[in-house]
């Protein structure tokens, strides 16, 4: 068994395709109309055929008290990996990702926190080898 799929909530699936794409450089995989959204779904360029990160749309009376739980603690809904916390960190912050926690050592990682401007806080993180 394998993760295929894993979702993200958004407001706005329009909006989190051009964050997601143009700032944080992930590839459309899925565009399929579903009534009013879409079936979007993300990959990594760095691994086309890998996990799928679907742009979910967040209508769900349960979504909006879910994500300002998690937002007002400080809580990431996920987590990506990136080879080097700090040099993504600088990269996205010079394209004005606003960060809610800046890159810091998290024992056997390195970590960081931004806000998607979609709803929710993403964490990135490298193991360190």
């Known amino acids: 068994m394998r993760v295929y799929v894993t979702s993200v909530f958004v407001d706005d699936q329009d909006k989190a395709e051009k964050f997601y ?11 399929i109309p579903v009534g009013e959204y879409r079936w979007l779904t993300l990959v990594s360029t760095e691994d086309e055929n890998g996990t ?3 742009l979910e749309p967040s209508d769900h009376p349960a979504v909006g008290p879910y ?12 987590s990506f990996a990136v080879d080097d916390v700090q040099a993504e960190f600088e990269r996205l912050s010079a394209l004005g990702v606003k960060f809610t926690q800046e890159p810091m ?7 960081a926190t931004f806000d998607d401007t979609c709803g929710n806080l993403i964490q990135i993180s490298s193991y360190k080898g």
């Open 21 to 31: 794409t143009e700032v944080l450089g992930f590839k459309v995989k899925h565009s």
């Open 52 to 54: 799928e990160v679907l």
């Open 67 to 78: 994500r300002a739980a998690l937002m007002a603690d400080g809580i990431p809904v996920t």
């Open 105 to 111: 050592d998290a024992g056997m990682v390195d970590i």
